[in-house]
Nanobody
Framework: QVQLVETGGGLVQPGGSLRLSCVAS????????MSWFRQGPGKQRDLVAQIRSSDNTDYVDAVKGRFTISRDNAKNTVYLQMNSLKPEDTAVYVC?????????WGQGTQVTVSS
């Protein structure tokens, strides 16, 4: 069982920045594809960004140019740098680790963008 712990959420004004972190409890971290999802109030959970074991990345159109996903395999950590935040980015951000046969979820961290 892989435990994922997210940190870094909070309240930020529009135009501000936050960096989310997700630490995974597995020595096979480098083999997992890591993703950030988000779930806004009354909405379904949607993929935001993904980084594969090869370091290839993908982003949903709504965050391209504003968010950057990265990973540090030595620290078993995936990051989501979020810049130019908008009120519509308000959501619970959840980390996911996906292997060839398994998928794990964190508990999530709340991001609120409001003035």
């Amino acid at each position: 069982q892989v435990q994922l712990v997210e940190t870094g959420g909070g309240l930020v004004q529009p135009g501000g920045s936050l960096r989310l972190s997700c630490v995974a409890s597995t020595r096979f971290f480098s083999t997992y594809a890591m993703s950030w999802f988000r779930q806004g109030p009354g909405k379904q959970r949607d993929l935001v960004a993904q980084i594969r074991s090869s370091d290839n990345t993908d982003y949903v159109d709504a965050v391209k140019g504003r968010f950057t996903i990265s990973r540090d395999n030595a620290k078993n950590t995936v990051y989501l740098q979020m810049n130019s935040l908008k009120p519509e980015d308000t959501a619970v951000y959840v980390c996911n680790a996906r292997g060839p046969y398994t998928s794990y979820w964190g508990q999530g961290t709340q991001v609120t963008v409001s003035s």
